[in-house]
Each structure stands twice: as structure tokens, then as C-alpha cells.
């Protein structure tokens, strides 16, 4: 029997990962944007205050351009050991270096301050713009393509330093048999063979080694199931059962599919 290997806040990685699946942050009075229901455990003395608190006023001027995602990130700052994991999704982190990389915005996990985040104008994608460091989660290890290049909306991650895609149908596919019985039944949807992202110009593309998107799953909510406190009886999902107001910028990023 294979004897397990315990950490503490000595043994654990700085800034690294732990294992393919959960990445450790250390904060040295420092700060880190973090997208909500990321954090799974730490050490030390670190505060968690949702965006638009008002002492961090100055940082969302720099750092934080997404309105409409605001309600699912938090500002992590004090010192100690954090560690980051999404549902045992494969976790990497990646360094920018004065560069511009747009990820699909449930694979953001984390980033440094010193990027800044804004809304890319492809729906459901954000990006970061500087130089510094973040997290995504991705279903699989990670592939980087160099353009021109067409690629299955579902196994994209995101791209750097390229122009953002274009839409590209396969006419021949939609037109074929298999078109024709999807077209008439219903079944199975679009696919990579029909419908593709093309990405043109110097740059990367980042995939995931799978065509299956990450579960889509609320940030921040309390899952409503046993053992879980504040679960069993909470109004939709939320924390305390309290009601949630249409029109919030939360159901603004459901309603518009991001």
C-alpha cells in the first residue's frame, strides 16, 4: 500500500502545482483575484472580499473590467498557503509576459493583480491583458496550436496573441445525410464537423484533450445535498435561501448563455 503524502504549510508548493489537479497560491500580504467555490483549503491568515468592496476600489480600477462577471469573483489578500481546484479538472497555471490571452470564463480559476481582466467581445470568453500569472482548470491536459488552424468550440480553452475567431460552417457536412437526418430529427446537435472556431495569424491556440465542455455548475452557491451546511432547505441554491433578484449581474451572465 502506497503511503500517502501529507502537506503542510512547509512542505507545500509556492505558486505551484500540488498535483495535476489542485494548484497552491502563496500570499505574502499580496493579493490574487479568485473566482468563487475555487478555493478548497488554507493556511494562514487570508481574508476573502467580494468585488466592489470599497478599499479595493483602486485594484478593480487596474485589475477588474468585467461587470458582468463581477458577482462571481472575490479579492483574496494576507498570508498564508491557498489551494485552488474546480471538480477534479485537470489545473495549470501560465505566465504572461506583456502579452493578451482570452480564455472561456469557466476555465478562469485565479490571476494575479497585475493582469488586467476585461470582456472579450467573443460571448462567454474573458481576457487578460499584462504581464503576470493565472490559473485555468481545463478538461484534460492542455494543447497549444500554432494558427491557421479550425478548432471544436467545445475543446477550446482560449488564445494568445492572435486575432480572436471566426465562424466556419462545413457546408458539405450540414447539406450531407448526416445534416439532413439532424436538421429533420433533432438529433445530435452541432458538432466539431459542421461547425468550427477558425483562427487565422500568428498567435496560440489552447485546446483541451476532450470535445466535452466542463460541467457548467453556479459559483459561489451552496450545493443543496446532505451534509452540506446550509444546503438542505435553501432557496434555489443560494447561501441562506435568500432570494435572488432578477436582473443581478449573476443572472445577466446566465441569460445571455456565458
Avoid at 491536459?141 to 466556419?168: K, N, T, Y
Wanted: net charge negative; proline share 7%.
Amino acid at each position: 500500500m502506497t503511503t500517502p503524502v501529507i502537506f503542510d504549510p512547509h512542505t507545500l508548493p509556492s505558486d505551484d502545482n500540488v498535483n495535476p489537479y489542485t494548484f497552491c497560491v502563496e500570499l505574502k500580504g499580496s493579493q490574487w483575484f479568485l473566482q468563487k467555490g475555487k478555493m478548497i483549503a488554507y493556511y494562514g491568515r487570508i481574508d476573502f472580499n467580494g468585488i466592489g468592496h470599497g478599499r479595493f476600489d483602486r485594484l478593480l480600477r487596474t485589475s477588474f473590467h468585467s461587470p458582468l462577471h463581477a458577482s462571481d469573483w472575490v479579492v483574496a489578500e494576507g498570508q498564508g498557503k491557498m489551494l485552488l481546484a474546480d471538480r477534479a479538472f485537470d489545473v495549470n497555471s501560465f505566465d504572461l509576459d506583456n502579452g493578451n490571452l482570452t480564455i472561456r470564463s469557466g476555465n478562469l480559476l485565479a490571476y494575479e493583480p497585475s493582469l488586467a481582466l476585461k470582456q472579450s467581445i467573443v460571448p462567454g470568453f474573458l481576457t487578460l491583458i499584462g504581464t503576470g500569472k493565472f490559473v485555468a482548470a481545463s478538461n484534460g491536459p492542455v494543447v497549444f496550436m500554432e494558427p491557421p488552424i479550425r478548432v471544436d468550440p467545445q475543446a477550446l480553452v482560449g488564445w494568445a496573441d492572435c486575432p480572436s475567431p471566426c465562424h466556419h460552417y462545413d457546408h458539405g457536412y450540414m447539406t450531407g445525410v448526416m445534416g439532413g437526418i439532424r436538421s429533420l430529427t433533432g438529433i445530435g446537435g452541432t458538432s466539431g464537423e459542421e461547425h468550427q472556431f477558425e483562427f487565422a495569424g500568428a498567435g496560440t491556440v489552447l485546446l483541451q484533450s476532450t470535445e466535452l465542455l466542463m460541467a457548467e455548475q453556479a459559483t459561489g452557491a451552496v450545493p443543496s445535498q446532505a451534509g452540506v451546511p446550509g444546503g438542505q432547505g435553501a432557496g434555489q441554491g443560494h447561501p441562506g435561501g435568500a432570494p435572488r433578484l432578477p436582473g443581478q449581474l449573476g443572472d445577466l451572465q446566465r441569460r445571455f448563455g456565458l
